[in-house]
Structures are given as structure tokens and as C-alpha cells.
């Protein structure tokens, strides 16, 4: 399996002229990968992703597809679709033990440059992690196309904003500057 080793001040062309937003991969090596892109992030922005500041994430599926809506600090709430299926080699999504979750691998890019500006790595609570771990391993026996995703992505979009989908969540996971950590499940 190909791992891609990411590192401060590298530049990639295919970041270069994206829109603002959030993406998130998974690999079987590093776990979850959000990648955000912002234009010329400031300096205001890149402390909202400091380990001092609070951060939310909450996980909502719809017909299928995931939806993971993230908070940084002060920024407001962004979002963005996922699905295990659209990857070639299909992922493994480890057994999570008790007292452990899935490390989330934050990469902020500036899309103007294609030049990453920070990474910062997020240990996932227990109980998000098991409960994301199970709606993966379901997703996978779907075996959803790319076609079916894309339509579903466009449809939830345009039945809801982000504030609902966070509301519709089925598990969410914060934690504050002082290491708080807060988890819920809505099962």
C-alpha cells in the first residue's frame, strides 16, 4: 500500500485554485485525513486549529453516504461527504479497543499556493470511533457507486443546511482547550 508522507511548507499543483472547504480521506495506515482548504488562510484562521481551542466533529449519514461536520475554534461549522466505497482498494477499518479511537490527521493547505500551512493530529473519542467504524464497515456492503454518491451529495445538500445536518447527527465528539473530552450518541 502507497502511504504519502505529509510534511509543513510542501506544495502540491493539484491543491492549487480548489475551492474553500473541507475533504476527508481515510487510509488503512494513517486513519482519517481532513484536508482543509482555505484561500491564504490568516493568522486568525490557523489559530482557530491550535490544540488550545475547542473542536467538534459530528457524523450524520444520509441514504447511505457519510457526512462529517467539523468545528475549529471560532471558525464557523464546515462539512463534507465520505464514503468508504469510492476507493479502489476497498479500506480495513480496524477493531477500535476500549479506551482508544481513530487518530484524525488535520492538513491545512493553502489552495492559492497548494502549500501546507499546519497539520495537527486529533485523537477521536472511543465511543465516535466505534460507532463511525460500524456505519463504514456497513457502508462497504452497500457497495455504492460513484454515480449513486454524487446524486446523494447534491440531494442532502439541497434538503439541508449545515446547522441541521449537525442537529441530525447520529454521534458526535468534542474536545475543549483544557482536554474535556464529550461524546454522543443518538442511536
Known sequence: MYVDVLHVGQKRSEWVGESDGYIMEYDNVSGLILYVLFQRPTSEEMEQFAENEHFKIAFMDYKGVGFFCLKFGALPWGDCAFSPNLYGEKPVFEEIEDGKGYPLNVVIIDRETGTIKAIRLIGLGNTFSKH????????????????????????????????????????????????????????
Open 132 to 187: 463511525f467504524r460500524e456505519w463504514c464497515e456497513e457502508s462497504l456492503r452497500r457497495n455504492m457507486t460513484r454515480y449513486w454518491y454524487l446524486k446523494t451529495v447534491k440531494e442532502c445538500y439541497e434538503e439541508y443546511e449545515i446547522r441541521q445536518l449537525v442537529k441530525r447527527a447520529e454521534f458526535q465528539y468534542e474536545t475543549s482547550p483544557h482536554r474535556e473530552e464529550k461524546e454522543q450518541y443518538r442511536g
